[in-house]
């Protein structure tokens, strides 16, 4: 299984940018897709995730800011950052969790996730 995230780089405040994460190795539509910001030595922070792409699940701190989307044609998840805060500086991680309920809510713990990308660093400055 390999997640390859790509996108980052470094933008003002306000700013935006957008993250792409290719999967390959598993099937891509029986899984939930999560993007968490990833600290050295810390838990991964949940941002967004998604199920369908009107099924989505996001922070509150990027609510209204970050819209993650998925193409399952193309087995890649995205998200799209807008009004980028300086506070978004981080490395951000892909991440799958598998469906294993047709009712379950897209997670938010990163513990669900049982695959994981490298990251792509994204900085915004003031």
């Known amino acids: 299984v390999q997640l390859q995230a790509s996108g980052g780089g470094s933008v003002q405040a306000g700013g935006s940018l957008r993250l792409s994460c290719a999967v390959s190795?598993?099937?891509?539509?029986?899984?939930?897709m999560g993007w968490f910001r990833q600290a050295p030595g810390r838990q991964p922070v949940f941002v967004a995730g998604i199920r369908r792409n009107d099924n989505t699940r996001y922070a509150d701190s990027v609510k209204g800011r970050f819209t993650i989307s998925r193409d399952n044609a193309k087995n890649t998840v995205y998200l799209q950052m807008n009004s980028l805060k300086p506070e978004d500086t981080s490395v951000y991680v892909c991440?799958?969790?598998?469906?294993?309920?047709?009712?379950?809510?897209?997670?938010?713990?990163?513990?669900?996730?049982?695959?994981w990308g490298q990251g792509t660093l994204v900085t915004v400055s003031s």
């Open positions: 991440a799958a969790a598998p469906i294993r309920s047709i009712l379950a809510p897209v997670p938010t713990e990163d513990y669900h996730y049982n695959a």
């Open positions: 190795g598993l099937i891509f539509g029986s899984y939930f």
